[in-house]
């Protein structure tokens, strides 16, 4: 489906296109109009699901569920999208209110997406198991799970803006490295190591051997010939032997217990490549997360009743007394 078509279904180019709303939300491409879409159809997905929670009690309850379900997640990133926002800010992260906005929306989008997704299965047992606290249970965690997934999409988003380098402050670009100190010393025409025989040259490419001195002394002597001079060596001062051979110990020269190595002639070692470290948005987000949730329950609680006690007339708001969480290990206590 394409993003620019305006279409109520923007969900499935949500699940099928995540990448492309992810990149769309990256370079801050008509965001007005995707926002505006998700808005809508999160409004739309929510009224339904609520009907079905407020259908347990009776028909005026299903309309005033229908209209409060969609008010609690609204309210709830209204209280809770500036928090978000300062702390990008605080921590050098640049995103923008339209970009945060966005992210959020889509979290939600499919939390509502999926919520009403479950209301056959919610309807099923309405009509089957009309029992007032399984219904109220089955239906918190079919709201948990729905809003689970939902964060779960805000992560991966927050991770590819985090690739983008949008979550991290920028980073001045680091000096030139110093390579005097790591750049091997020229070594002259005639210059061999002082380890390496006059004879051990004698084929292209062939690796150095070290040999006595004395021992190619006796050899040439042993022939009756006058020993030829000594090649002219650089005295250890000049080539160092560990830059003759990439930053190691030449050969014959090993201490015990060296690990060998089969890196060519003159490669300097690798550089060990330092762990990435996760940006302290990443970290806040999930501080955020539980603030929302947090946020979220209570306000639930506020705006109650959703479900409606068949034992209790219609009320709009009912008194605000004990919390969201006790009430839910009363009602397990009671099954």
């Known amino acids: 489906m394409s993003g620019d078509r305006p279409s109520p279904l923007v969900i499935e180019r949500i699940l099928r296109d ?27 997905a929510l009224a339904c699901y609520g009907a079905v929670l407020g259908a347990f009690h009776s028909p005026l309850m299903a309309l005033t569920s229908a209209l409060k379900l969609p008010l609690l997640f609204l309210v709830t990133l209204a209280i809770c999208l500036p928090t978000l926002y300062l702390f990008n800010l605080v921590f050098g992260a640049r995103l923008s209110v339209h970009q945060s ?33 399984f219904f109220k249970l089955l239906n918190v965690a079919i709201l948990t799970l729905s809003a689970l997934v ?37 070594v002259s025409a005639g210059a061999v190591p002082a380890t390496v025989a006059a004879g051990s040259t004698s084929s292209a490419g062939a690796e150095p051997v070290a040999v006595p001195a004395g021992a190619a002394a006796a050899g040439s002597g042993a022939n009756g010939a006058t020993p030829a001079a000594a090649p002219t060596v650089q005295t250890p001062a ?14 014959g020269t090993l201490p015990p217990g060296y690990p060998a190595t089969n890196r060519p002639w003159g490669t300097p070692p690798a550089r060990r490549s330092e762990p990435a470290q996760r940006p302290a948005s990443m970290t806040l987000l999930y501080i955020w997360i539980l603030l929302f949730g947090f ?39 009671n099954l």
Do not use: K
């Not at 590819?160 to 020229?186: I, Y």
């Not at 080539?239 to 050969?251: K, R, S």
């Open 18 to 44: 995540r990448q492309g709303i992810w990149q769309q939300i990256v370079a801050e491409r008509d965001l007005n109009a995707l926002t505006g879409r998700m808005l809508a159809s999160s409004a739309i």
């Open 101 to 133: 906005l966005a992210l959020v929306m889509v979290a939600i989008t499919v939390t509502s997406m999926l919520a009403v997704a479950f209301a056959p299965i919610s309807l099923f047992f309405l009509i089957t198991a009309p029992d007032y606290g």
């Open 150 to 186: 939902g964060l779960r999409f805000l992560t991966g988003g927050m991770q590819v803006l985090n690739d983008h380098g949008l979550l991290a402050p920028a980073v001045a670009a680091e000096a030139p490295a110093q390579v005097n100190a790591q750049t091997p010393a020229p």
């Open 238 to 251: 000049q080539v160092p032997a560990q830059a003759q051979w990439g930053g190691q110990p030449a050969p």
């Open 295 to 333: 946020v979220g329950t209570q306000l639930a609680w506020t705006l109650r009743p959703f479900f409606g006690d068949p034992g209790q007339d219609f009320a709009f708001f009912r008194s605000i007394d004990g919390n969201f969480y006790a009430e839910i290990l009363r009602t397990i206590a």
